[in-house]
Structure formats: C-alpha cells, structure tokens
C-alpha cells in the first residue's frame, strides 16, 4: 500500500520525484487482478479490481490475457501518476507497442489536460513510452508541443467483418448506457451488462433491463487520499479508457467477442482551449481516443473489439431516443455530484444543482412532459429562477462550457430553441430568459435543431450495428 511520503517533509512535495513506474501486474484463476505501481523507489501504490469469472474452465489465449492485463495496468496507473506528474515513466515489466504506446501518450497528456488547467500548471505533462528495445525501460520528458500532435489523430481501425455474436455493454446507471444496451439488444446478438460497482442506478437499470450482469469491483490504493491531503496534485483524470479496459479484460475472460461503449459524438467537443490545447472534460469519452484505444488492442491477436454504439449521435438525439422508451425513467441517474457525495446518499437519483442535472434535463425537456421530468427529478428546473446562469452557461454564455459530462454548446441551443416553439415548455420562466438574453446574442443558424439531430457518418460502429444504431436514434 502507499507508504508515508518522505518522512522528512510533513507535505508531499511533487517537484522531488523524477520517475513513475509500472512495477508488476498479476491476474489470478479468479479473476483478482493486482498493478502495482510507484514513484521512485519512495512512494509505492497497489491497485485492485476482482473480474467477474463465470467459467473458470473456459481457456483464453495466454497472450491475449496478458496484453489487456499490460493495456489494463498502463492506463489506470494515470491515478497515481498524476499526484507528483514526474518527468520520466519507467515500464519494467516491458515497453508498449507502437498503437499502446500512441494511446498512453494521449491519456497522459491531454486526458489530464482539465487537471492540468485547474491546477494551473505551466502546461501539459508529456510523458514518453518509449517502444524501441533498447529504451524499453525508460522514458523522457517532452516539453507540450503548442497543439495536440497531428500523429496522434488516428484513423478508424478496420477489424474485417466478425460475426460479433457476443456483445458486452458498459452500464454506468444513466441514459446513454441504457440506450446503448437496447440498440444492441435490437441487433438479435447475445448480449450481457458489465459496470465496475453497483451503485443504485446501475442495479436499478440491470433489473430493468433484464440481462445478465457482470459485476467487477476496484481498489484504488488507499493511501492515495492520504497523499491528496497532503498536497499531492489531484483533479480529473480519464477515467472511461480505464473502464473500457476493465470491460475488455472481462469480455475475454468470459467469452464476448466485442465491447460497445455508450459514448457519444458530443464527447469528442472540448471544454476550453488553454495554452494551445484544447482542454476535454471527455477526452477518453471522444472519438479520438476511441480510434486509439481499438488501435492498441488491435495489436492484440483474437482481442474483443470495442466501439461506441452511440457515436454517430448528439446527446440531443440520445435524450430524444431516451425519451421514447420510458421504461428507464425510474432507474436512471446521471448525476455525477450525487456520487461524489457520502455512500449513503447513492440511493438518491439528482441533486437538481449541477451542470449534469440541468443539461439531462435540458436535453430531455424537448421530448418530455413537464410532469414526467418532475417526477424524475423531483423538481422542475427551467421554472427555478435560480437555475437560469447555470443553463446560460451550458451554452458557454458566461465562461465556457463546464468541466462536466455535458453536451456541445449547440445541443443546448437546439434544445432551447425546441423548447421557445413548445406550449408545454415556453412558459417556464427559465426558458423565457433563455430565449430572451442567450438565443438573442446568436446567429440565426446557431443551434439548429435538425443540424444537432442529425446522425453523423464519422464513427467505427460496425456495419452489423448500423441499422440499429439508425433506427433507435434517428428521426
């Protein structure tokens, strides 16, 4: 577990490590997988997670077994890299592939661009892994080039035309997910559910949902609070490429042929440009990442493949998909402010204060009557006079877009020019300001509602998906 920081200095001091280094990575007969990791020779941290096995005797390839365990430990080491940030990583266990390598770069770098930002730090960290043989071992610091690497923009990676007959769906307890889960349950193909934790919303959409669910549990090392309140750097970091690897490890273990996230076209829009990079909330949400993350397991003989379900579609027209099912109204939560508050408060679906909230409910007010939101989320929030900066700011009215899981600053538009022409919503006193001091300052074409629905062309959805994918989320 992490030991004390250097026992001389009552703070942790980030400047005084040079190196972060992958240690060792084991999985077990039953599913226990253990990274180990640390900084320097001083601070050493152990990460967790217990993988749903539900045939131990079913044979995987050894090798594939061992490349998503590598893939696994290289990107949730991002955790604990990122409270001293060091110049240099050290991959001693062995250096990453070229595709590998492409991706932690990116997670290391502009995945914790918003941590970067919020910090105010002098710019991005640029750590190395290095591929070659000789340098397999080390890397060195780069210093940020003025944008993000033009190499690094990846380009859809075609796997041929697999049968896909087993499809594994990340579930996280909101909309997305459960719009994912059915479009692939609409393709005839076996499908199961997979999160990391049971937070309510999650068991309360498996039970909806009514498919098995395979359940993994993590361990973050539990000295890393210690060393936060010690003044370790903390803040946000890609969080989604370590549950697409977790949900890649678990997919081989138990026989699924392919991972569908629940990630949007919305997630690849950024937050902020901010010393010449453009600062993503969603970076590992996005499209780009997602191209890298299939790349490197493509490096990997008989891999699952992964891809989003969703990523030829808004938000917008999520919400709308979302809307139409309605059997999930009472099972859902996005609120991520819910789920950094005490365990005890998980049961409880929305704070009804937060960027999460509003935009959720922005995005669904089109598509919804009044009283069905109200009784979701317990209040209704475009006629909270006090709610109004928040949704202004949705559309970067005020600042920019906030650090949270919400859409582009179009999507808001859009929905807030649906919701001017809608007698169930016009009225609202939110949506009257809204149209009155945010659509005003606008160009006519701004957020154009068919533009924002429309489904885009740029994704890797398989072609055995695509009518699916078209039919649940288009017009």
């Not at 996230?261 to 901010?274: D, F, I, P, Y």
Request: charged share 20%; hydrophobic share 45%.
């Amino acid at each position: 577990m992490a030991a004390d920081a250097k026992r001389s200095r009552p703070l942790f001091e980030a400047s005084a490590f040079e190196s972060f280094r992958f240690l060792t990575r084991e999985l077990d007969a039953r599913g226990r997988v253990t990274l180990r990791y640390a900084l320097d020779d001083a601070i050493f941290f152990v990460e967790e997670f217990d993988l749903p096995v539900e045939d131990v005797s079913r044979k995987v390839d050894d090798a594939q077994l061992d490349g998503l365990l590598s893939l696994l430990h290289w990107v949730a080491g991002v955790s604990y890299f990122k409270t001293a940030l060091p110049p240099v990583v050290s991959c001693e266990t062995g250096a990453p592939a070229p595709a590998a390598a492409a991706l932690l770069e990116a997670l290391y770098s502009e995945g914790l661009g918003e941590l970067a930002y919020v910090n105010r730090l002098d710019a991005l960290p640029r750590p190395v892994f290095a591929t070659a043989p000789a340098m397999s071992t080390v890397g060195s610091y780069q210093p940020p080039p003025p944008a993000p690497s033009p190499a690094l923009a990846s380009q859809p990676v075609r796997r041929g035309d697999e049968p896909l007959r087993r499809t594994l769906v990340p579930i996280g307890g909101g909309k997305d997910s459960a719009v994912a889960l059915e479009i692939a349950r609409r393709s005839g193909r076996e499908v199961g559910l997979f999160s990391v934790g049971d937070a309510a919303p999650i068991l309360r959409t498996v039970e909806v949902a009514g498919l098995p669910h395979l359940l993994a549990r993590r361990r973050l090392d539990p000295g890393l609070g210690a060393l936060n309140a010690a003044g370790a750097i903390n803040g946000h970091v890609p969080v989604t490429a370590i549950v697409s690897c977790v949900a890649l490890l678990t997919a081989a273990l138990n026989g699924f042929d392919a991972v569908a996230m629940a990630n949007e076209r919305s997630a690849s829009s950024g937050n902020v440009v901010w010393d010449g990079v453009e600062v993503n909330h969603q970076f590992s949400k996005g499209l780009r990442a997602e191209r890298l993350l299939s790349a490197a397991v493509s490096e990997l003989a008989g891999a699952p493949r992964v891809f989003s379900l969703l990523r030829p579609a808004s938000e917008l027209a999520i919400a709308r998909a979302f809307a139409r099912m309605g059997r999930y109204d009472g099972a859902f939560a996005s609120c991520n402010a819910i789920f950094r508050t005490d365990p005890a408060l998980r049961a409880s679906s929305w704070c009804c204060d937060c960027p999460k909230c509003r935009f959720v409910f922005l995005a669904l007010a089109p598509f919804s009557e009044p009283e069905r939101l109200r009784e979701v989320f317990g209040a209704d929030l475009l006629a909270d006079e006090r709610q109004f900066a928040g949704f202004a700011l949705l559309t970067a009215t005020g600042g920019h877009k906030p650090f949270e899981c919400v859409g582009e600053e179009q999507e808001s538009l859009a929905a807030i020019r649906l919701l001017a022409k809608d007698a169930r919503w016009s009225g609202h006193s939110v949506v009257k300001r809204l149209v009155a001091e945010v659509l005003a300052q606008q160009p006519a074409g701004a957020g154009d509602p068919g533009e924002v629905l429309a489904l885009s062309d740029d994704h890797d959805v398989p072609e055995v998906f695509l009518a699916d994918v078209r039919a649940v989320l288009g017009a």
